[in-house]
C-alpha cells in the first residue's frame, strides 16, 4: 500500500492531467473542476489511492469487523492530516468523523470513521491543537447507497442528510472533517456546508484513501500570468497489508 505519488490537484486532491491541469491564484496545480468551481472546503488530503491492498484493508474493518485494521488505517490518517499541518491554524482545530445513521451503526456495530480518527489522534501529541469531537455531526436520515449513482445523483442523496447536533463546538473554529474514503466529494462537501452554516470559519478534509483518475506518469502545469509552478507530489513507504493487521 503507498501513498499517493505524482501530481495532484492542490484543493481537492484528484490526479492530474497535463489536459486540464492549472496553477491557480497561489500557483498551485489545480483540476479543471476546482478551478472552475472551488469544493465548499478549503482543501482535502487522502494517504493512498483506494484500490487494492488499501482498499482490501478498509473492508476488513468496514464489513468484516476486523477492528485492530482502525490502527493501521489510523496511521495513514495520522499521515494525510500532517500534509495539512503547515495550513492548519496555531489555535484548537475541532476533528470530526462523518458519521453513520444509527440504523447502520446498531447493524456495524461502530463508526470505522471514528474509530480511524480516534487511532490517529493517538499518535499524536498529548498538548495538540486538534481535538476530536466525535458527537458534532448526526446523520439525520438513512440515505440509499451511493454505489453506482452519479456525482450530481450522490449531492442529491445527501442533502438535507446531515445536521449539526453541537454548534457550540464548532461556531468561531476550524474544522477538520475526517473519513475512510473520498469518493466523489459529495459527502464531505454536505458535511462541510452543514458545518459552515453552524458557524465554522474554514473546513479542511483528510480520509485514508481517494477515488483517483487513471495513473499519469508526467503532469504539465498551464499557469496563468505571474503564477508559478508546482507539482504537489506526495510519497511515503508501503505498509505491507498482512503484517501491518498484525500490529
Same mark, same amino acid.
Given at each position: 500500500m503507498h501513498a499517493i505519488s505524482g501530481g495532484v490537484c492542490a484543493i481537492c486532491g484528484e490526479r492530474l492531467f497535463s489536459s486540464y491541469a492549472v496553477a491557480g491564484a497561489a500557483g498551485e496545480p489545480r483540476c479543471g473542476l476546482c478551478r472552475r468551481i472551488h469544493p465548499p472546503f478549503a482543501r482535502a488530503v487522502a494517504y493512498g489511492s483506494y484500490e487494492s491492498g488499501l482498499r482490501e484493508l478498509i473492508h476488513l474493518l468496514k464489513y468484516g469487523?476486523? @477492528?485492530? &485494521?482502525?490502527?493501521v488505517l489510523g496511521r495513514m490518517l495520522a499521515e494525510a492530516i500532517a500534509m495539512l499541518e503547515p495550513e492548519l491554524p496555531a489555535d484548537s482545530v475541532a476533528v470530526v468523523p462523518v458519521p453513520?445513521?444509527?440504523?447502520?451503526? @446498531?447493524?456495524?456495530? !461502530?463508526?470505522? %470513521?471514528?474509530? +480511524?480518527?480516534? %487511532? &490517529?489522534?493517538?499518535? @499524536?501529541?498529548? &498538548?495538540?491543537r486538534l481535538h476530536l469531537c466525535a458527537g458534532v455531526l448526526e446523520r439525520k436520515r438513512d440515505t440509499a447507497s451511493q +454505489?453506482?449513482?452519479?456525482?450530481?445523483? @450522490?449531492?442529491?442523496?445527501?442533502?438535507? &442528510? !446531515?445536521?449539526?447536533?453541537?454548534p457550540e463546538l464548532v461556531k468561531g473554529r476550524e474544522v477538520l472533517v475526517v473519513d475512510d474514503v473520498y469518493t466523489t466529494g459529495a459527502t464531505v462537501s454536505e458535511c462541510t456546508r452543514v458545518l459552515r452554516r453552524a458557524g465554522a470559519t474554514k473546513v479542511w478534509v483528510a480520509t485514508v484513501a481517494r477515488t483517483l483518475k487513471i495513473s499519469a506518469q508526467h503532469v504539465d502545469i498551464r499557469r496563468d500570468a505571474d503564477d508559478s509552478q508546482t507539482d504537489g507530489r506526495i510519497g511515503a513507504e508501503p505498509v505491507p497489508l498482512a503484517k501491518a493487521v498484525g500490529t
Open positions: 469487523g476486523v @477492528r485492530p &485494521a482502525a490502527n453513520l445513521h444509527r440504523t447502520k451503526l @446498531r447493524q456495524r456495530g !461502530f463508526n470505522q %470513521a471514528d474509530l +480511524i480518527a480516534r %487511532a &490517529a489522534m493517538k499518535m @499524536r501529541p498529548r &498538548a495538540d +454505489i453506482g449513482l452519479t456525482g450530481h445523483q @450522490r449531492r442529491e442523496n445527501l442533502k438535507g &442528510a !446531515f445536521s449539526v447536533a453541537q
